[in-house]
């Protein structure tokens, strides 16, 4: 686990309570914020799974679509992205593309994994968000996993419907 500051537990349990949101939106238990330099909090998103099963809607990929249409580039440079859970290989290129310069996760993608099983619903990618950041050109710190025991207990009971 990486150290964090208070400010990055306090945001990422904002992150948490989006998920919860998500969950009592019908959708999967995954949430996500994007936070300036100066602490506010600039975009929220839920998982938009639901209704269309729509396989790409993770909040993180939501979250950069909706910062690269309103966000300048300085702004998302020093922005901070905060998940639920680690961004998968497709959320993690939309984060890298849309320029946000920092990541916050909570619930690794390996842990995550063993979670969510075989569901046929989240299929996922065990490769670290790290690796697809270090692939690129530009460096983008990342944080975690952190409060991964909270970030679990989002997913208790889900994925055994």
């Given at each position: 686990m990486d150290s964090a500051s208070e400010p990055d537990k306090h945001f990422l349990r904002l992150s948490f309570a989006v998920a919860r949101r998500s969950l009592m939106h019908g959708n999967h238990p995954?949430?996500?914020i994007i936070v300036g330099a100066d602490g506010n909090?600039?975009?929220?998103?839920?998982?938009?799974y639901m209704p269309d099963h729509d396989g790409t809607a993770h909040?993180?990929?939501?979250?950069?679509?909706?910062?690269?249409?309103?966000?300048?580039?300085e702004v998302l440079a020093s922005a901070t992205l905060y998940s639920s859970a680690e961004p998968c290989a497709m959320c993690s290129g939309a984060i890298y593309w849309a320029g946000i310069g920092r990541v916050?996760?909570?619930?690794?993608?390996?842990?995550?994994?063993?979670?969510t099983g075989?569901?046929?619903?989240?299929?996922t990618l065990d490769l670290p968000c790290r690796d697809v950041f270090a692939s690129g050109?530009?460096?983008?710190?990342?944080?975690?996993?952190l409060l991964e025991d909270e970030a679990a207990a989002?997913?208790?009971?889900?994925?055994?419907?």
């Open positions: 995954f949430g996500c909090v600039l975009i929220e998103a839920e998982n938009g909040a993180e990929r939501l979250a950069a679509t909706q910062a690269c249409r309103t966000l300048g580039r916050v996760y909570g619930l690794g993608e390996h842990r995550l994994r063993g979670i075989n569901h046929p619903e989240n299929p050109q530009r460096s983008t710190e990342v944080v975690g996993p989002l997913h208790d009971g889900m994925w055994t419907k």
